[in-house]
């Protein structure tokens, strides 16, 4: 099939590499010069485990191109996908100027085509209830009949972004018209052969699902934070509390792990979106606000460990952090805890010397120069007074203990992602101090 895909960023890159390896022939646009020269001299511009190999291998086979050209990705496909940004507004809605935008320019583009073929206009972004419509009243106006707008949520998380894209849970088709849904249901029925279903429904419910499901994961998150911080006051253990509850198959193990709150471009956005579009339809989700809340505190909680610990001074201490990025696996540092606790003990008037593997280049565009950058790991530590680990990478999991003593000033860890077991750090002789476990 021949696609267009508008906005290159992490769905847009990935959907169109995807699909491209699917056999399709894509043509990714987008309108910031300088991406587009990085991808047209092949330089894949975000870090996404497995992306490369793909990126290269459709280019090479052309069936992969990027583009500023708009109209000439419309006019040669018969489905456009929209993966734009929906950003925060200041109200905590989703700011839908991007994919407005781009749908008024596909409906004058549309309108200036000498034929008239079928197109189908999906929307990828996360957009509230009610979008596909408004942009199908967009185009309208330019006097179009001959397309369809569906709603297609991605569900692809980061640093699993190809694997989750090429084997899909499930696939969410809103639309109304069936030759619209046979076209999406030819797309992607080799990306689910495996049995994994493909909902069709009304675009309503389709992006209704997206937010619902970011949303309950989100409060997932904050119940077992919550409970943690309950835990550690009640002498109880939540890995042990963690594993035991998720055993039962309604409950599931996946997504309940406690830590320093949840971060990324997503959750905290569609929760907050959620909660303003649930107000305006007069059925506030009052949950949501309480997951809101919930995850900023937690976000405070390891600063406030470490303060409790020095007796409420820390001015003229040293930290080493491990970790920066949101989640492992990324570079991405929207929303992410580090730059909240990183500021609160530079604040305090403490020195950071953060180490991540990834992310230390976004990272000084949210903290500047104020923390100092470790070439790695281990030289982070050097007469610190503690280090923190921020971000579960797997090369954090196994380090070399003695050298971590060795290094340190004080043998004294908080970890705000048990990836240590606390009668082990006992042994060694650290202080350890984690999430919902008695120090
Ligand atoms: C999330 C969803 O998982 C994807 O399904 C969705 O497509 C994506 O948002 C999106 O809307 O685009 P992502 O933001 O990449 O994906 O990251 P997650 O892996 O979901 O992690 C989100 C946050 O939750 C991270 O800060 C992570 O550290 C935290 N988390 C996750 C926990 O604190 N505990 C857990 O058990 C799992």
């Known amino acids: 099939m021949k696609l267009a895909v508008i906005g290159t960023g992490y769905v847009g890159l990935v959907s169109g590499t995807c699909f491209a390896e699917m056999g399709n022939t894509v043509i990714c646009v987008d309108n910031n010069p300088d991406k587009l020269e990085k991808l047209n001299k092949r330089i894949v511009p975000i870090y996404e485990p497995g992306l490369e190999i793909l990126f290269q291998r459709n280019i090479d086979k052309k069936r992969l191109s990027f583009t500023s050209d708009l109209r000439r990705a419309v006019e040669e496909s018969e489905i456009i996908f929209l993966c734009l940004p929906t950003p925060q507004g200041e109200d905590g809605s989703a700011d839908l100027k991007y994919v407005f935008g781009v749908a008024e320019e596909i409906g004058k583009i549309l309108q200036s085509l000498p034929n ?12 509230p209830v009610g979008t596909s419509t408004a942009v199908r009243q967009i185009i ?4 179009i009949e001959n397309f369809e707008v569906v709603s297609n949520p991605e569900f692809l998380r980061e640093g699993f972004a190809v694997d989750d894209f090429m084997k899909p849970d499930r696939i969410v088709v809103g639309a109304r018209n069936p030759k619209a849904f046979e076209k999406m249901r030819i797309l992607y029925e080799p990306f689910v052969r495996q049995g994994n279903p493909i909902f069709e429904m009304d675009p309503e419910s389709a992006e209704v699902t997206k937010y619902a499901s970011n949303s309950y994961l989100a409060m997932r998150i904050t119940f077992m934070n919550e409970l943690a911080n309950f835990c550690e006051k009640a002498g109880a253990n939540v890995e042990m509390v963690r594993k035991a509850m998720g055993s039962d198959s309604r409950i599931g193990k996946r997504f309940l792990f406690p830590g320093i709150g949840y971060g990324g471009s997503c959750f905290p956005k569609d929760v907050n979106a959620l909660i303003k579009t649930s107000e305006e339809f007069g059925s506030p989700m009052k949950i949501l606000k309480v997951v809101d809340e919930v995850n900023k505190n937690q976000k405070q909680l390891l600063v406030k460990k470490v303060k409790e610990h020095f007796n409420g001074n820390i001015e003229g201490k040293k930290f080493a952090v491990w970790g920066l990025s949101f989640k ?3 570079d991405d540092m929207r929303e992410a805890p580090s730059i909240v606790i990183i500021n609160q003990l530079l604040d305090s008037n403490a ?5 991540d ?17 470790a070439q790695d790991q281990y030289s982070a530590l050097p007469d610190a007074d503690a280090l923190l680990i921020l971000t579960e990478w797997n090369e954090f999991r196994n380090p070399d203990f003695d050298k971590i003593k060795s290094l340190l000033k004080n043998k004294l860890i908080f970890d705000g992602r048990n990836i240590f077991d606390p009668a082990k750090m006992k042994e060694l002789g650290f202080t350890y101090y984690s999430i919902g476990r008695k120090p």
């Open 357 to 373: 593997p990834a992310a230390m280049e976004n990272a000084r565009f949210y903290l500047g120069d104020k923390p100092e950058y």
């Open 328 to 330: 492992p696996n990324t």
């Open 140 to 143: 309208e106006k330019y006097n």
């Open 116 to 127: 008239n073929e079928f197109k189908i206009i999906v929307n990828k972004s996360t957009v």
């Open 351 to 355: 020195k950071v010397v953060a180490y």
